[in-house]
């Protein structure tokens, strides 16, 4: 077995982790600044301004950081799983958000030529806005997507969607989002269809961001969004119609549960980082918080912490590089990664004393969005749900 990163998954690292140092980090201070007297409600595209975030990631465009998840035969890099992994864990070292540009859903390849055209090509050329938005939750439906009550009528011209999301990111920030909506309701989850709802749908009858709702991160702000007899043409249909609840678990499980695995990773790294560094400044009745044995202690179970779930995440990645079934691992990935980065970002904050029930640090920014993770993509319950499940079926990972 090889546990090495190949020569290039290292240099990939390296050029993100300069990215992130150079052109991110040197922003949050400024930006902690402009919060303190500015609370207006903002969501996550808007903290570093259109302007400034379109010319980062043209930034990154030149350094080769541009549609990193894409196959090379539609203009990406065509990078895997493991890469996806290593990019979003130096990405998430900082909390000013960013993502690089030129990427489409990967539920969207080899769906048809009008999908290609109209969705994944213009992202490439940096024509349309993506990420990765999924509007699944509703006032009465959640994690249960079988509850769903948004609907989708066919009128003999167009699917007529009707209802409403919740809690949905960047709704106002990008140009199309992915969208269930119930089909058939006699059939539950085989009875639902995902589409492609285009932002462009806005200028008619039916579509609008009703209100927005502040989190307890701040900034992550998120949207209600009503439909109301909204027509979606048919070639919006997302495979065929009732297998939108198969098409977007392959959207939501290796995606979705890996990208929480890098997140936290990064997030729990950089906060275990500051807790050292404090501690061997800080001095108490003499001597530095670095020599306290209890303080020596949290540092030692923080990083065996990160250790253990970096070895869980890659080994998802590596299984799913080789095309291999990875729902169970990838619920292993969420549930380990954010249970892990909130106890280690509580011990950061524990570490700083006082300082880190303030907002003179960045903790609180981390400690916050950590929180918002342990429900957002699914919630703890539902992972040790599906982990249950396997091992009551006898299932169980392998290396």
Partial sequence: MDFELTDEQKMLRGVVRRFVNEKLIPLEKEYLLEK??????????????????????????KIGLWALWLPEEYGGAGLGYMEYLIVTEELKKTFMWFEFGGDAPHVLLNRGKHLLESYVLPCVRGEKKYQPVFAQTEPNAGADPAAMETTAKWDGKNWILSGTKIFVGEAEDVDFMLFPAVTDKSKGVHGITLFVVDRQTADCPGYKVSRHIETIADDWTLCELSLDDCPVPPENVVGEVGEGFIVAQKFLVVYGRLHHGGWQLGAAGRCLQMAAQHAKSRVTFGKPLAERQAIQWMLADSAVDLHCTRWIAYHCAWKADKGEDVRLESAMVKLHADEMAFRV????????????????????????????????????????????RSVLQGELPTI
């Fill in 36 to 61: 303190k007297v500015d609370r207006r409600l903002r969501t996550r595209p808007q903290i570093l301004g259109a302007e400034r975030f379109n010319r980062l990631q043209q930034e990154a465009k």
């Fill in 345 to 388: 970002i509580d011990r950061a904050v524990q570490i700083h004393g006082a300082l880190g029930l303030t907002k003179e640090t960045d903790l609180h920014r981390f400690y916050l969005t950590a929180r918002m993770l342990r429900v957002a993509g699914g919630p703890m319950e539902i992972m040790r749900m599906v982990i249950a």
